[in-house]
């Protein structure tokens, strides 16, 4: 079977074509917004329930602008600071959307957006328990990620750097120990990614997928970085199920010196 061709990202039971998931803000339209949705190729987008209307018909809705027989919604709990914030958000998006999916978001310091990891873990354990299927964006610390995953976390959702600020894998020892203690659900990394060759090192860490939104809407051709992510994750997810080459101090010839005329 040809590389690749088996290879599908599975989150609590359900196949997902692309390992890219994009987020729908910062685009300077819905239209804008829709076309890199589909250049980048994502099967499944978010959505910040508490800022963008998704219930409201008689307004302008980002829905409208979507293809829904191609990509999922997941329905996120930005800008939420407290546990019970989030619980309450998530109840909201799930009744209006009739979606048990969600994005959990516990945001515990406002300058930075790191997540308050405790508020996080509590409400992963009574979203699980209702029955949600939660993928919580945490730091990129093994304990905390391991006590979601007994929590019921269906994915682990790993930040690279702080949201939105562009600056690439800042811990890539951290998440090459995430990747070889997180084995019975997926590992997304979410936030930090600014560029197409960050998103390629993260899936050559052995992330199974990537979640951004700012790298593609800030950029100055949204639309061309959409299409860069879609390969540069593809080219990334290939390279670390094909196993890079041991690193040497010294060289070593690239072709044989058996042979060679006048070699003795």
Same mark, same amino acid.
């Given at each position: *079977?040809?590389?690749?061709?088996?290879?599908?990202?599975?989150?609590? %039971?359900?196949?997902? @074509?692309? #390992?890219?998931?994009?987020?729908?803000?910062?685009?300077?339209?819905?239209?804008?917004?829709?076309?890199?949705?589909?250049?980048?190729?994502?099967? =499944?987008?978010?959505?910040?329930?508490? #800022?963008? !209307?998704?219930?409201?018909?008689?307004?302008?809705?980002?829905?409208?602008?979507?293809?829904?027989?191609?990509?999922?919604?997941?329905?996120?709990?930005?800008?939420?600071?407290?546990?019970?914030?989030?619980? #309450?958000? @998530?109840?909201?998006?799930?009744?209006?959307?009739? !979606?048990?999916? /969600?994005?959990?978001?516990?945001?515990?310091?406002?300058?930075?957006?790191?997540?308050?990891?405790?508020?996080?873990?509590?409400?992963?354990?009574?979203?699980?328990?209702?029955?949600?299927?939660?993928?919580? +964006?945490? !730091?990129?610390?093994?304990?905390?990620?391991?006590?979601?995953?007994?929590? &019921?976390? @269906?994915?682990? *959702?790993?930040?690279?750097?702080?949201?939105?600020?562009?600056?690439?894998?800042?811990?890539?020892?951290?998440?090459?120990?995430?990747?070889?203690? /997180?084995?019975?659900?997926?590992?997304?990394?979410?936030? &930090?990614?600014?560029?197409?060759?960050?998103?390629?090192?993260? =899936?050559?860490?052995?992330?199974?997928?990537?979640?951004? !939104?700012?790298?593609?809407?800030?950029?100055?051709?949204?639309?061309?970085?959409?299409?860069? *992510?879609?390969?540069?994750?593809?080219? %990334?997810?290939?390279? +670390?199920?094909?196993? #890079? *080459?041991?690193?040497?101090?010294?060289?070593?010839?690239?072709?044989?010196?058996?042979?060679?005329? %006048?070699?003795?």
């Amino acid at each position: *079977m040809a590389l690749g061709t088996d290879d599908t990202l599975r989150i609590a %039971g359900r196949e997902f @074509a692309s #390992r890219l998931l994009v987020g729908t803000g910062k685009y300077a339209s819905f239209e804008q917004t829709a076309r890199c949705v589909a250049l980048s190729g994502a099967a =499944m987008v978010t959505v910040a329930v508490r #800022r963008v !209307n998704i219930t409201d018909r008689g307004r302008d809705n980002l829905l409208d602008y979507l293809d829904l027989k191609q990509v999922a919604i997941l329905p996120n709990t930005a800008g939420c600071y407290t546990a019970e914030e989030a619980i #309450r958000t @998530a109840r909201l998006a799930r009744e209006a959307l009739d !979606n048990p999916w /969600i994005k959990l978001e516990v945001i515990g310091d406002q300058a930075t957006l790191f997540p308050d990891t405790q508020g996080l873990l509590e409400a992963t354990r009574v979203l699980a328990a209702e029955g949600f299927t939660v993928l919580p +964006y945490t !730091n990129d610390d093994v304990v905390v990620a391991l006590r979601l995953v007994d929590a &019921g976390a @269906a994915a682990v *959702m790993p930040l690279a750097a702080p949201i939105g600020s562009g600056l690439g894998i800042q811990n890539a020892a951290n998440l090459r120990i995430l990747r070889e203690r /997180i084995t019975s659900v997926p590992l997304i990394v979410d936030a &930090g990614v600014g560029c197409a060759s960050d998103a390629t090192r993260a =899936m050559e860490l052995g992330a199974d997928g990537i979640l951004m !939104n700012t790298a593609i809407a800030a950029a100055a051709e949204p639309e061309e970085m959409a299409v860069a *992510m879609k390969l540069a994750v593809e080219a %990334g997810r290939r390279g +670390y199920r094909a196993g #890079r *080459m041991a690193a040497r101090l010294y060289a070593s010839a690239s072709s044989p010196v058996e042979g060679l005329v %006048g070699k003795v």
